[in-house]
């Protein structure tokens, strides 16, 4: 039977909504109801679709056809901040519909355009149809970046299925029963049971059910055998108390990562009122991957030498790039190889300090840059320094040079492993990198008293720092210090904000993306650094103690009263850019690669090319707050 021109235009509308998201994934019956009930209609260039004095939206739109301008209205004086271009596949105003209140955007369009429309209505009913579209307009950017890991993941289909998937919970990974002992129990009996159900890790809970130590076979040789432990002793005097838990819905990342920063090979599962469920190893985590956090770890700590540390430095990089292939979000991954470096960083300064006889000195080996952040991709440089105590004026010069000697042999050992000698010196073998907390504080007061571009540009990277080795006292007590300071000099904080607004998102007004001359967008210089200057901005005036972008935004965030919903999307936002620039780095690549963090727009997915718009508008927005707050 031949359809009819109105079937024939409804399965048009469906086939085009098929190729963006969310209608992709909608619900049959749902995108059947949206495309009956869609009208097309034509919108010459120069037309206001929807503006604010138009009140409530009476349609919801999307655009088939052609470009339309966005634009926020107010003050002209921002407006370079707040312009928008909408193409194909994009909808609007959905904040505004949802809600039912007139639209902050004037909607303007730019070149002739065919544009669908559907009645607010019919809108309101279609998302109590959808779950997925109603997930999108709820929380847009997330459904979109959940959307694009799901394809990630497919694209890798055939490699991340050699792979455990990291997504799966603990408590589907638990395999039995678990084996514990009360605190009543005597060495000699933990010791039995271990033997008899055959476990390497012994538990012992309290009258609850809830962890109180673990005993482990690793722990038998050092506190049994050789002390010649009297076996009738109770199993508490050799137990190592305080065990890491984990919650059962807890996923097997999130035991990747705490392992890998605590250097623990077992954690106690528990429910929601901390009684046990379970023991997951190491080996559970990593029984399928070829290159498992147990083998970096011990290869880590074992190490005796740099060569073993080298190969250590490649086995983070292959594990780092299986989680990408499985889909693991930005933030986690960044944390990840963060905990791992800083493991193989802290055996480096540990050999060293060996070496030079300098187990005694007060100090901190500090972190500069995205190593202070947590924010390591697989492509960074060397960027830190030193503090140090000296009670005895007479030893300052002797324990500096002994100090320097040791950094330097530190800072050429990283580079052995991959992470290249930083070009601007930023090391902490320079003799203006390794000082006392006073010299540090000084030197941080003049940046802030007298703010010139090289203060602000020194600030931008010493700012964020953090404590990888040595006495963390020392770090806490420079931030405390350095928050309090900032916060009283409003000068100083403008001029920063001045300088975060130098680098505009690369957003075009009729383009989607403006590019550099060879087609490609730099995700370190015009992407992440938007959000990482505004952070450390909002940090300071805040006095927030994080030095992680993400926990600055968030914690900044909420003591100033920003939404729950902005401060997602735009943490949402910063981490897909990091993602798109851990995806940009592979195995092969040297660290520090001159094309490391570049993407080409037009290589990457309609899907893919939707995020990184929005991922820019938020850090529009964030540029926008600052421009606001500091009158700039």
């Known amino acids: 039977m031949t359809p009819t021109a109105p079937e024939m235009l409804t399965g048009a509308s469906a086939d085009f909504l098929r190729r963006f998201a969310p209608f992709d994934r909608m619900e049959a019956p749902a995108l059947a109801f949206l495309a009956e009930h869609l009208q097309l209609v034509f919108h010459p260039s120069g037309a206001e679709i929807l503006t604010p004095e138009m009140g409530a939206p009476t349609h919801f739109y999307i655009i088939q056809r052609g470009k ?36 902050t955007n004037a909607y303007v369009v730019v070149e002739d355009s ?24 709820t929380q847009y950017i997330a459904s979109l970046l959940n959307q694009s890991r799901r394809q990630l993941q497919t694209a890798f289909s055939q490699r991340a299925a050699e792979q455990q998937t990291m997504t799966t919970s603990l408590g589907k990974l638990i395999k039995r029963e678990p084996v514990f002992v009360t605190p009543e129990a005597s060495t000699r009996e933990a010791l039995e049971k271990m033997a008899e159900k ?61 392992m890998a920063t ?78 791992l470096n800083d493991a193989l960083t802290r055996r480096i300064i540990d050999i060293e300090l060996d070496r030079h006889g300098l187990h005694d000195a007060q100090y901190a080996w500090l972190a500069f840059g995205s190593e202070g952040r947590h924010e390591q991709t697989l492509s960074t440089d060397q960027d830190n320094g030193l503090i140090y105590v000296c009670p005895d004026p007479a030893r300052k010069d002797p324990l500096k040079l002994q100090l320097l000697a040791f950094a330097k042999d530190v800072n050429e050992s990283l580079a052995a492993c991959g992470f290249p000698l930083c070009k601007g010196n930023i090391m902490a073998s320079n003799p203006e990198l390794c000082l006392t907390f006073d010299e ?58 001045m300088n975060a607004l130098q680098v505009a998102p690369p957003l075009g007004l009729i383009r989607d993306f403006v590019l550099d001359d060879d087609g490609t967008i730099d995700l370190k210089k015009a992407g992440a650094r938007l959000f990482v200057d505004v952070a450390r901005i909002l940090a300071l005036r805040a006095e927030v103690s994080s030095s992680s972008t993400v926990q600055r935004l968030r ?53 893919d090319r939707r995020i990184l718009k929005e991922a820019f508008r938020q850090a529009r927005k964030l540029q926008l707050r600052l421009k606001l707050d500091y009158q700039i």
Not at 114 to 137: G, K, N, T, W
Not at 292 to 297: A, E, K
Not at 299 to 319: F, K, N, P, T, V
Not at 453 to 465: C, M, V
Request: hydrophobic content about 40%; aromatic content about 6%; some cysteine.
């Open 262 to 339: 605590h250097g623990v090979r077992h954690l106690m599962v528990v429910d929601t009122h901390g009684r046990l469920k379970g023991v997951v190893s190491e080996r559970d985590l990593f029984s399928l991957q070829r290159t498992s956090l147990r083998q970096i770890r011990a290869s880590i700590e074992g190490a005796g030498d740099i060569e073993a540390l080298q190969r250590a430095s490649r086995d983070i990089r292959e594990l780092a790039l299986n989680l990408v292939a499985q889909g693991v979000g930005a933030e986690q991954l960044t944390q990840f190889i963060s905990a």
């Open 440 to 497: 540090w504080k000084r030197r941080f007061a003049a940046w802030i008293s007298e703010p010139d571009p090289q203060a602000l540009l020194n600030a931008s990277i010493f700012f964020d720092f953090r404590v990888l080795s040595g006495d963390e006292r020392l770090g806490e007590s420079l931030r405390t210090w350095l928050n309090a300071t900032a916060k009283r000099n409003a000068t100083f904080q403008r001029l920063m904000a």
């Open 555 to 607: 914690q900044a965030g909420t003591k100033m009263g920003m939404a729950t919903e902005e401060l997602a999307a735009m943490t949402d936002g910063f981490h897909f850019i990091q993602l798109l620039r851990l995806r940009s780095q592979h195995l092969d690549t040297e660290h520090d690669s001159a094309g490391d963090n570049k993407v080409r727009p037009d290589q990457l997915n309609e899907l």
């Open 114 to 137: 065919f544009v669908y429309q559907l009645a607010a209505e019919d809108f309101r009913r279609l998302l109590e149809m959808s779950p997925i579209f109603h997930l999108f307009c």
């Open 198 to 258: 055959r476990v390497g890790c012994m538990v012992i809970l309290d009258d609850e059910h809830r962890p109180l130590g673990v005993l482990t076979q690793s722990d038998l040789l050092p506190r049994i055998v050789l002390p010649g432990l009297d076996l009738s002793q109770s199993v508490v005097d050799v137990m190592t108390p305080g065990p890491h838990t984990m919650s059962v819905n807890a996923s097997a990342y999130d035991a990747v990562l705490e």
């Open 68 to 103: 339309v301008l966005a634009r926020q209205t107010g003050s002209t004086s921002v407006m370079e901040y707040s312009t928008i271009p909408l193409g194909p596949g994009e909808c609007f105003p959905i904040g505004a519909i949802s809600a039912q209140r007139a639209s």
